[in-house]
């Protein structure tokens, strides 16, 4: 159980993390950054050159819901209903920054995003155990 334990758990900055506790960190990091860049001016919104804002808001709130919901496996559902509650609250915060304009389209591509983000991360815990079942009884039979 020690040795599982040990594969599993990451040195950052001299502190030994589990996978939970980094997607936490990774996951909680990618809110940050999307409040930031949902309610800072435009001028001022960070961007990746060659993506355009839809894939941007898209791939940050999948990594966000993804990384939660590796963090907190069983509460996909609350991630779910804070995914779409924020997705829909810092829309409606973009009308208090002059620069800023709210669209149900962005909160929409935001919601798709966060949504995919938890459909991978059920579609893998549902694929890996069986996996790793295979895997343990291959290495048996040898």
Do not use: N
């Amino acid at each position: 159980m020690q040795r599982e334990a040990r594969q599993t758990a990451v040195r950052l900055f001299g502190l030994q993390l589990s996978l939970r506790r980094c997607a936490a960190l990774i996951g909680w990091g990618a809110v940050a950054i999307v409040i930031l860049a949902t309610l800072s001016p435009i001028g001022a919104r960070p961007h990746l050159a060659y993506l355009g804002p839809q894939i941007e808001r898209f791939a940050a709130y999948l990594i966000a819901a993804a990384a939660l919901a590796i963090a907190y496996p069983s509460r996909k559902g609350v991630i779910l209903l804070c995914i779409v509650a924020g997705a829909a609250g810092l829309e409606l915060a973009q009308h208090f920054e002059a620069s800023r304009h709210a669209r149900a389209l962005d909160a929409l591509v935001k919601i798709m995003g966060g949504l995919t983000g938890l459909a991978v991360v059920a579609l893998c815990e549902r694929l890996w155990p069986k996996r790793a079942g295979a895997l343990a009884t291959a290495r048996r039979q040898d």
